[in-house]
């Protein structure tokens, strides 16, 4: 199956942006969906976005809409977070997934990264 790594996070201002990445290796990368997660102190894990491995479409969370873009270079087998106007609140573990199912359903996601840590300073 494939293997996820992630990277790019940080410590940044608030206001500011940050990229993570996600790199997988092992099967074919291309055949599989991927998802943003992230997971606050105290708080349950909480979905970002996913992309669509076959249309390449998006789908974020309600409150994630507008300041995070996520996309992928299939090629590089390699998923971005582009993250911007970040917010003290953003700060958590960040981690990438992955799912043969629907991207969209952000329970089908059953292959994590390790994570990476994201702090907004104030």
């Known amino acids: 199956q494939v293997q996820l790594v992630e990277s790019g996070g940080g410590l940044v201002q608030a206001g500011g942006s940050l990229r993570l990445s996600c790199a997988a290796s092992?099967?074919?990368?291309?055949?599989?969906?991927m998802g943003w997660f992230r997971q606050a102190p105290g708080k349950e894990r909480e979905f970002v976005g996913g992309?669509?491995?076959?249309?390449?479409?998006?789908y974020y969370a309600d409150s994630m809409k507008g300041r995070f873009t996520v996309s992928r270079d299939n090629a590089k087998n390699t998923v971005y977070l582009q993250m911007n106007s970040l917010k003290p609140e953003d700060t958590a573990v960040y981690y990438c997934?992955?799912?043969?199912?629907?991207?969209?359903?952000?329970?089908?996601?059953?292959?994590w990264g390790q994570g990476t840590q994201v702090t907004v300073s104030s």
């Open positions: 997934a992955a799912t043969r199912r629907y991207y969209r359903d952000y329970k089908s996601y059953d292959i």
């Open positions: 992309i669509s491995w076959l249309t390449g479409n998006t």
């Open positions: 092992g099967r074919i990368f291309s055949n599989y969906s």
